[in-house]
C-alpha cells in the first residue's frame, strides 16, 4: 500500500539523515583532534618556540550544530 511505502521511504530517509550526522561528527571530532595535535609554530629567524597560532575553523552553519546534538535526539523510529 501507499501508506507502507511511505514509512519505508520515511525509514530509509531518517537512516540516512543519521548516517549522514554521525558522519558529521566524526569529521568534527577529527578536526577537534587535529587542532590539538597541530605543533606549535617557529620563529624561522631566532629558531625559537612561539605560541601556538589560533586555529580557526569555519564550518558551514548548516551543519555546525551538529556537535552539541547527542545521538539520541536523533530519531531512529
Request: with cysteine.
Amino acid at each position: 500500500t501507499t501508506l507502507s511505502s511511505n514509512q519505508k521511504n520515511l525509514s530509509s530517509i531518517r537512516c540516512f539523515v543519521r548516517q549522514a550526522i554521525d558522519s558529521c561528527r566524526q569529521n568534527l571530532t577529527l578536526v577537534d583532534e587535529l587542532i590539538e595535535h597541530i605543533p606549535s609554530t617557529y620563529d624561522r629567524i631566532h629558531q625559537r618556540k612561539v605560541r601556538r597560532s589560533n586555529c580557526i575553523v569555519n564550518i558551514p552553519n548548516t551543519i555546525k550544530g551538529l556537535q552539541y546534538y547527542p545521538s539520541t535526539s536523533v530519531q531512529t523510529e
